[in-house]
């Protein structure tokens, strides 16, 4: 069996790294997961970040930006101009400079979790249904 040096989950994510090996790239493209590793070969189909990166890194960077927007406008009083010339590009260069690696990141962190789908059963431990469960619904 392959010993692989096995970088962190967030040192993986900061370089946009395969989990397993820290060598193959995650993305083939900007933001569309690759196949496999090219390095060390790792199925990356277990891969399914979803929407969170984008949640993530929208609510961090609006959060940030809004807080540095709102002490300058009131210290420094731009004009209305001044503030959209800046804001607005802040806005999409720090979502857009911050979702590859975070994405890369929760990558990792299925990997390391062995992160898969969930499994629903409606039938409870026991073979039955759990209580409260009614078959056509609430």
Not at 26 to 32: I, P, R, S, Y
Not at 67 to 72: A, E, M, N
Not at 79 to 99: D, E, K, R
Not at 100 to 110: D, G, I
Request: charged residues 15%; glycine residues 10%.
């Amino acid at each position: 069996m392959t010993q692989f040096n096995t970088p962190s989950t967030v040192v993986a994510g900061l370089r946009c790294r395969c989990p397993r090996c820290g060598e193959g790239r995650v993305f083939k493209g900007f933001l569309n997961v690759a196949p496999r590793c090219e390095a060390c070969g790792l199925d990356f189909s277990f891969a399914d970040p979803a929407d969170g990166p984008a949640f993530f890194v929208m609510s961090g960077v609006a959060i940030v930006v809004t807080t540095f927007w709102g002490v300058w406008a009131v210290m420094a009083q731009p004009p209305i101009w001044a503030q959209f010339a800046v804001v607005f590009p802040a806005l999409i260069g720090g979502c857009l400079g911050a979702l590859r690696p975070v994405k890369a990141w929760l990558v990792a962190e299925q990997y390391v979790h062995k992160a898969e789908e969930a499994r629903w059963s409606s039938l409870g431990s026991h073979g039955k249904p759990p209580e409260g469960y009614k078959r056509n619904g609430w």
